[in-house]
T-cell receptor
Framework: NAGVTQTPKFQVLKTGQSMTLQCAQD?????MYWYRQDPGMGLRLIYY???????DKGEVPNGYNVSRLNKREFSLRLESAAPSQTSVYFC????????????FGDGTRLSIL | AQSVTQLDSQVPVFEEAPVELRCNYS??????LFWYVQYPNQGLQLLLK??????LVKGINGFEAEFNKSQTSFHLRKPSVHISDTAEYFC???????????FGSGTRLQVQP
């Protein structure tokens, strides 16, 4: 049982390059989330998708776009990468109710030079 | 708006000693409370959650937490830690309407032999 799978695990980009981070879950969850983790700041929500076909901004959406491709997949795109976007990115999924825990992938470590 | 404060960024402790990791939250609505653990180079795993009912919640790996509504706290405790408990611990809150988690900045637990 894979849970939440993120690809790639590591990536180095140059400033201005674009990239898409992929996320897929096999738990039939309705909701999916993208967070970024920076030292001393915990995890901050970038975008989320409450259900297939919907997406909403989180706390730090600037510089990112998302696509909920189907119920399983939720991708995060950086159109023009900036050094401030160097971070560890986590995808998560849940049943979509506030009382249900989220299940996390292992993260994508992204460095932008 | 919700916020979570983890009062200690690092907690060093000797093996087999007790430990308490502190978490305070702020919210204008009722919330659900979670503790997650992150081992090096991994995603987050759920330790325990408080939804309602008994204010003392037991989780995995011998951890427990107590919800205190009057003090808006949800402190995590373990009576005797092991080297394998070395990790970063995150407190988080959610509510029904927001459907996403608000995280604290994390506490790094360092268990020394």
């Amino acid at each position: 049982n894979a849970g939440v799978t993120q690809t790639p695990k590591f990536q180095v980009l140059k400033t201005g390059q674009s990239m898409t981070l992929q996320c897929a879950q096999d738990m039939n969850h309705n909701s999916m989330y993208w967070y970024r983790q920076d030292p001393g700041m915990g995890l901050r929500l970038i975008y989320y998708s409450a259900s297939e076909g919907t997406t909403d901004k989180g706390e730090v959406p600037n510089g990112y776009n998302v696509s909920r491709l189907n119920k399983r997949e939720f991708s995060l795109r950086l159109e023009s990468a900036a050094p401030s976007q160097t971070s560890v990115y986590f995808c998560a999924s849940s049943d979509g109710q506030g009382n249900q825990p989220q299940h996390f992938g292992d993260g994508t470590r992204l460095s932008i030079l | 708006a919700q916020s979570v404060t983890q009062l200690d960024s690092q907690v060093p402790v000797f093996e087999e000693a007790p430990v308490e990791l502190r978490c305070n939250y702020s919210s204008s609505v009722s919330v659900y409370l979670f503790w997650y653990v992150q081992y090096p180079n991994q995603g987050l795993q759920l330790l325990l959650k408080y939804l309602s009912g008994s204010t003392l919640v037991k989780g995995i790996n011998g951890f427990e937490a107590e919800f205190n509504k009057s003090q808006t706290s949800f402190h995590l405790r373990k009576p005797s830690v092991h080297i394998s408990d070395t990790a970063e611990y995150f407190c988080a809150v959610s509510d029904l309407t927001r459907r996403a988690l608000t995280f604290g900045s994390g506490t790094r637990l360092q268990v020394q032999p």
